[in-house]
C-alpha cells in the first residue's frame, strides 16, 4: 500500500508541474515569447534579445497590435551572421496600422508571399525588430511558435 501511494503522489506531481507559459512545448512544437507587450511611441527600431535556436527548422510568429492611436509598425524577423555579427532580414511585415493579429511563417519548402512568408530555415540565431513610422502609437507583443 505504502508503494501504491508514493507512485500515486509521484504521478499526481508530474501531472501538476509544467514548464514556463514562455517555454512552452509539445511533440512537433515550442512556443516562446519574443516580446511582451511593448509600447511603440516613436519612430526608433526596438530590438528583441538574441534567440538561440538549437534544431527548429521555422517558426510562425503572432504579432498582436492593440491600443493602436496612429502611425505604422513594421515587423523583421532577422538572422545573426555569426561571423560578422551583422543581422539580415529574413522576412518584413507589412506596415500595420489598426488593432489585429498578423501571422508571419518562416519555414523551409512554404510557398512564398510578400510581406506574410519566406522559404528558408529558421538560423541558429535570430531575433525580431518593430520599426515605428508616422508617429506611432500603439501597443506590439510578438509570440513565436517554432516547428520541427
Do not use: C, H
Not at 512552452?24 to 516562446?32: E, F, I, L
Not at 502611425?71 to 543581422?87: F, I, L, R
Request: charge should be neutral; charged fraction near 5%.
Amino acid at each position: 500500500m505504502k508503494q501504491l501511494m508514493t507512485i500515486l503522489a509521484l504521478v499526481l506531481a508530474a501531472l501538476l508541474v509544467s514548464p514556463p507559459a514562455s517555454a512552452q512545448q509539445s511533440p512537433g512544437n515550442a512556443q516562446a515569447v519574443v516580446f511582451q507587450p511593448t509600447a511603440v511611441a516613436n519612430t526608433s527600431v526596438i530590438a528583441s534579445n538574441d534567440q538561440a535556436n538549437g534544431s527548429w527548422r521555422g517558426a510562425m510568429f503572432a504579432v498582436a497590435v492593440s491600443n493602436f492611436v496612429s502611425g505604422t509598425v513594421t515587423v523583421t524577423v532577422q538572422a545573426k551572421d555569426p561571423v560578422s555579427g551583422n543581422y539580415v532580414t529574413l522576412l518584413a511585415s507589412a506596415a500595420l496600422a489598426a488593432n489585429g493579429t498578423t501571422l508571419l511563417t518562416i519555414y523551409p519548402g512554404i510557398a512564398v508571399s510578400a510581406n506574410v512568408s519566406a522559404n528558408t530555415v529558421l538560423p541558429a540565431t535570430w531575433r525580431v525588430t518593430l520599426t515605428g513610422a508616422s508617429s506611432p502609437s500603439m501597443t506590439v507583443s510578438v509570440s513565436a511558435t517554432l516547428e520541427e
